[in-house]
């Protein structure tokens, strides 16, 4: 009886909120506090009060184990551990390099005809072309050549 109580309080003084808000022409505020005002009314006439009063006692009773039992330490330290361990292997498959080993693969191996061994030949390095420099200001050779050219 006094949650009823409570409840239909709360939802009259939001309401009668909402109304000040609406005489203040803040319509959209107005509305926003209209819709929370209905909640304490709504949760009351669904019978989630009890629900609501379980859930917050059985929270309370897991924060006071967080605190004092060293058993739940231990699961915190395992989930860390699991999450660890998925983050990291999510981010090793996504390098491309191979953890499982060679063992997976045989068969695909097996099916696939060996291909010769491609060496990649070394390109010699590109000399400048009119003797540009190599600086940060080669682009602007050509510039520099007009420039002398003109004598500036």
């Given at each position: 009886?006094?949650?009823?109580?409570?409840?239909?309080?709360?939802?009259?003084?939001?309401?009668?909120?909402?109304?000040?808000?609406?005489?203040?022409?803040?319509?959209?505020?107005?509305?926003?506090?209209?819709?929370?005002?209905?909640?304490p009314?709504?949760?009351?006439?669904?019978?989630?009060?009890?629900?609501?009063?379980?859930?917050?006692?059985?929270?309370?009773?897991?924060?006071?184990?967080?605190?004092?039992?060293?058993?739940?330490?231990?699961?915190?330290?395992?989930?860390?551990?699991?999450?660890?361990?998925?983050?990291?292997?999510?981010?090793?498959?996504?390098?491309?390099?191979?953890?499982?080993?060679?063992?997976e693969?045989?068969?695909?191996a097996?099916?696939?005809?060996?291909?010769?061994?491609?060496?990649?030949?070394?390109?010699?390095?590109?000399?400048?072309?009119?003797?540009?420099?190599?600086?940060?200001?080669g682009?602007?050779?050509?510039?520099?050549?007009?420039?002398?050219?003109?004598?500036?």
């Amino acid at each position: 009886m006094l949650s009823a109580a409570i409840s239909f309080i709360l939802t009259a003084g939001g309401v009668a909120f909402a109304g000040l808000r609406a005489y203040r022409r803040r319509f959209l505020s107005a509305t926003r506090w209209f819709a929370v005002a209905l909640l304490p009314a709504g949760i009351y006439l669904t019978g989630l009060f009890p629900l609501a009063s379980t859930i917050a006692r059985e929270f309370a009773d897991w924060a006071t184990k967080l605190v004092l039992d060293p058993r739940v330490w231990t699961g915190i330290a395992l989930l860390g551990v699991s999450a660890a361990l998925l983050v990291t292997t999510r981010w090793v498959s996504r390098r491309g390099t191979p953890v499982e080993g060679a063992q997976e693969r045989p068969a695909a191996a097996a099916a696939a005809p060996e291909r010769p061994a491609v060496t990649p030949t070394p390109k010699a390095p590109k000399k400048p072309a009119g003797g540009k420099r190599e600086d940060a200001l080669g682009d602007f050779a050509d510039v520099e050549e007009i420039l002398r050219k003109r004598g500036i």
